[in-house]
């Protein structure tokens, strides 16, 4: 029994990885496909009679190396679904930054801290500096209406810009 093992190993082992790897494409994939093989037809031949050891050979190789495809193809779905949703995710993230508009991000979280740091000003500060800034009038045109000197709504614009500077200094180096 163990001088058939031996016989079949020298006769077959070298064609049985050559047929392996004709399919499988890998010589050490082979060389394992192989040898696991002849494992099995050795503990087959150990329980039973075996009239023709070649073909029942043949037949272990052809369901090992088609277990091993098998498995080498679920790998490569797999492996390829993984290269598709990284692809997606890059993109997705390219996308994103491409979008992403700085002054935008930024728009509302200004607006709410000019008008937050307004609000913390006197009454007559802030209506000065919104009548300059929001209705675009002249000093000259808001000491008239306000019937106060130019140089107190100047006065009043300084101390407004001054607190807004203050409250937006985080903000500014973004602009320039």
Known sequence: MHQLFNDIYRQYYRKSVLFVKSYVRDEMAA?????????????????????????LLLSILRNAALNFL??????????????L??????????NTLEACEPEEIYATEITQIVERTL????PQTRRVFEMRRYDTLSVKK????LSMPPKTI????????????IALRDYITVFF
């Open 85 to 94: 949703w990284m692809t997606n995710d890059l993109h997705h993230r390219i």
């Open 142 to 145: 808001i000491a008239e209406i």
């Open 70 to 83: 098998k498995r080498q193809t679920v790998e490569q779905e797999v492996m390829e679904n993984i290269a």
């Open 31 to 55: 060389e394992d496909i192989v040898s696991e093989s002849m494992l099995n037809l050795w503990n087959v031949l150990k329980r039973e009679t075996v009239v023709n050891p070649q073909a």
């Open 154 to 165: 100047e006065y009043h614009l300084t101390k407004a810009l001054k607190a807004l500077r």
């Open 119 to 122: 609000s913390s000003l006197s």
